[in-house]
């Protein structure tokens, strides 16, 4: 299981960051501190939900993706469209395959829809709920969701779908399709996803459960769309570019993928702390009756990433338009396909999904044990009020923090608060024990001096001696 090093698409710009605290309470994994003024991520906690990026108020979160210019490396591109792009767009004359066109005229060779690759999905999912004992199953094809449980909710894994996301199956039959038909080779070959949000760019980087992603990398969504829209009004339809029926596309909003999977018993959830919500009761026994649950990090699914343009709600009417010609289920050609594939294991994961140890106090379990101690008697001496103040997201997150030496408990303000009175409170006790000699000084009037007050008893006594 690998441990060290963490890609990370989200990156913070620490010239631009205020300290604001904003992000520490909105980040779902508690992977944010502001110290000296300034945030940090802490990389083993990140899950690229892209939640710090959507709230900096100061815009000092940022993801890294790839552009354009990466298109001049290989032979031969294919474009991978995920089904929220086709939301962005709007206008009577707007069409799937203008918009695929618009691809190929940007500079891809060919182009391969994310979304017919999610009917497969749907088709491989469904069959694997059909034949799970295990409740509730949960979609595996948001990232961030694959991250969230692998760092709060551990014990969920095995609740986790083990199928291939649509834009893997997606780069992987398009290049193979490319190699058989033109004679290249796989490196030859660059799979360009379009992606809305900065955990798929991750998931390209650095998969979970694959050796090595087939996708060579992730352009956000707004970068293309800019492109597109300047040339979309001069170009025809092309509707033999379109291969995905309405189901496929669907899958870019909340609740289109538990209406691909087509199961008895379905939730979708978005929004990452509606997500949150629902996997504690699932830890707690509830959801038990469900067979799968949708889980979309971002509110509306993936048309609301951090990296797409438009509302998500104007998405989703943008989207709702665009399918509304379009066939309302698979073609006979996708579920053929997709049975001749199925009994390869062609949708399966190639490995395990793992889980993110986030709270190891210490490799020694002595000193493990000593330090959780230390951790719940910290614990205790601290309010519980979770302001965030502190620059730790909650009193447990500073505790720990304390106990690692990232922080003292002078970081928590109302303990700096409770100390200074302290202080002041023994300052003022030790001045009323000030010794006499000190107090007769500070008495003496302001023209005279503690040699003169000394002196003044001898002239006395020159005066009474009579000479």
Not at 403 to 431: H, I, K, P, Y
């Amino acid at each position: 299981m690998r441990l060290q090093p963490y890609f990370h698409s989200v990156t913070l710009d620490t010239d631009s960051c205020k300290g604001c605290t904003i992000c520490i309470k909105r980040c779902p994994t508690e992977a944010i501190r502001v110290r000296h003024g300034k945030a940090r991520i802490l990389e083993i906690r990140c899950i690229d939900c892209g939640e710090c990026i959507r709230t900096c108020p100061n815009h000092a979160k940022r993801a890294i993706a790839d552009d354009f210019s990466l298109l001049d490396k290989y032979a031969y591109t294919v474009a991978l469209p995920a089904p929220s792009f086709f939301g962005q767009f709007s206008g009577h004359d707007v069409t799937v395959g203008k918009i695929l066109q618009a691809l190929l005229a940007l500079g891809f060779t060919s182009v391969y829809e994310v979304a017919e690759a999610a009917e497969h999905v749907s088709l491989a999912t469904q069959r694997y709920v059909n034949n799970s004992i295990i409740r509730p199953l949960i979609s595996s094809s948001c990232p961030a969701i694959v991250r969230l449980i692998q760092v709060r909710f551990p014990d969920l894994i095995d609740h986790l779908i083990p199928i291939q996301a649509p834009v893997d199956i997606a780069a992987r039959f398009a290049k193979e399709m490319i190699m058989r038909k033109y004679g290249l080779r796989r490196e030859e070959i660059g799979a360009f996803f379009i992606t809305p949000c900065p955990a798929k760019v991750t998931a390209v980087k650095q998969p979970i459960g694959l050796e090595s992603s087939w996708v060579d990398g992730a352009i956000p969504i707004a970068d293309a769309y800019a492109r597109v829209l300047r040339i979309l009004p001069r170009l025809e339809d092309t509707p033999s570019l379109q291969q995905a029926s309405a189901i496929g596309i669907h899958w870019g909003r909340a609740s289109g993928e538990k209406y691909a999977i087509g199961a008895d018993k379905t939730v979708a959830v978005d929004g990452i702390q509606a997500v949150i919500d629902v996997l504690s009761e699932i830890e707690i026994g509830k959801f038990h009756d469900i067979d799968f649950i949708e889980c979309q990090a971002c509110r509306g699914g993936c048309v609301g990433g951090p990296l797409t343009v438009q509302n998500p709600f104007l998405a989703r009417v943008n989207m709702e338009s665009l399918t509304q010609e379009l066939p309302d289920k698979m073609s006979p050609e996708i579920v053929h396909e997709f049975e001749q594939r199925y009994s390869t294991g062609a949708y399966d994961l190639e490995s395990d999904i793992e889980p993110r140890p986030i709270l190891k106090l210490d490799d020694d379990f002595t000193k493990a044990i000593e330090k959780m101690e230390l951790l719940e008697k910290t614990l205790d001496s601290l309010p519980g009020l979770d302001c965030g103040s502190c620059g730790s997201p909650s009193c447990q997150a500073l505790a720990e923090d304390i106990v690692q030496g990232l922080a003292t408990e002078g970081d928590c303000v109302f303990v700096l608060r409770d100390g200074v009175q302290s202080l002041a409170e023994e300052l003022l006790d030790l001045a009323r024990r000030v010794p006499g000699s000190i107090s007769n000084e500070a008495e003496t009037s302001p023209g005279g001096s503690l040699q003169e007050s000394m002196d003044e008893p001898e002239i006395g006594e020159q005066e009474g001696s009579g000479t």
